[in-house]
């Protein structure tokens, strides 16, 4: 285990999607915000691992976490469960109605094109929804980042994440929509 690090190793994460919620003990959170329109209510909570946002709308409640292979996790109502590598997407109807879409990648950058993309996240956390800077590894390295942008609309939700992992010069970006 590396101390001093509050991300684990980008190597080790994994993307999913409940139909459920999940319960809040089972992570440390950093930083939340949350969002309430007549149709829907959404908490997005930035974790060590990323984030996880629990959407409600009706009677069905989804999931969206990222989350370390070994993090302990229900197996019921997981509907999706990938290993966060290169780009993927996904996308979900619900029997409530309710529509998903999610597109998620992980970057790997040179360390210089890495510390510009990084230095543009810490300017764009000054307008994210919601944000956290994690402690730098050491004081020569970028403290980890994430942050959190939406666009709302009455019928759905559209959110942004960028979480960064300094010490594999790594970022993972997540786009998911909610329709109603």
């Given amino acids: 285990m590396n101390v001093g690090f509050a991300r684990p190793k980008v190597t080790d994460l994994v993307f999913h999607?409940?139909?459920?919620?999940?319960?809040?003990?089972?992570?440390?959170?950093?930083?939340?915000?949350?969002?309430?329109?007549?149709?829907?209510?959404?908490?997005?909570?930035?974790?060590?691992?990323?984030?996880?946002?629990?959407?409600?709308?009706?009677?069905?409640?989804?999931?969206?976490?990222?989350?370390?292979?070994?993090?302990?996790?229900?197996?019921?109502?997981?509907?999706?469960?990938?290993?966060?590598?290169?780009?993927?997407?996904?996308?979900?109807?619900?029997?409530?109605?309710?529509?998903?879409h999610v597109s998620f990648q992980l970057e790997q950058l040179e360390p210089d094109v890495f510390l510009n993309f990084h230095e543009e996240l810490l300017l764009d956390c000054a307008r994210a929804d919601v944000a956290h800077r994690f402690p730098a590894g050491n004081r020569l390295a970028p403290a980890p980042l994430s942050l959190v942008k939406t666009d709302i609309w009455p019928h759905s939700l559209l959110i942004h994440t960028f979480h960064t992992f300094p010490e594999s010069c790594a970022i993972i970006k997540t786009q998911s929509l909610f329709e109603i």
């Fill in 17 to 100: 999607l409940f139909a459920r919620p999940l319960h809040p003990e089972l992570f440390h959170v950093h930083a939340d915000t949350e969002i309430w329109q007549n149709r829907y209510h959404a908490l997005i909570q930035i974790c060590d691992a990323g984030h996880l946002v629990t959407f409600r709308s009706q009677d069905q409640t989804i999931s969206e976490l990222t989350a370390t292979r070994s993090q302990p996790l229900p197996q019921r109502k997981r509907l999706v469960e990938k290993r966060l590598s290169g780009s993927r997407d996904e996308s979900v109807r619900f029997g409530s109605g309710i529509g998903y």
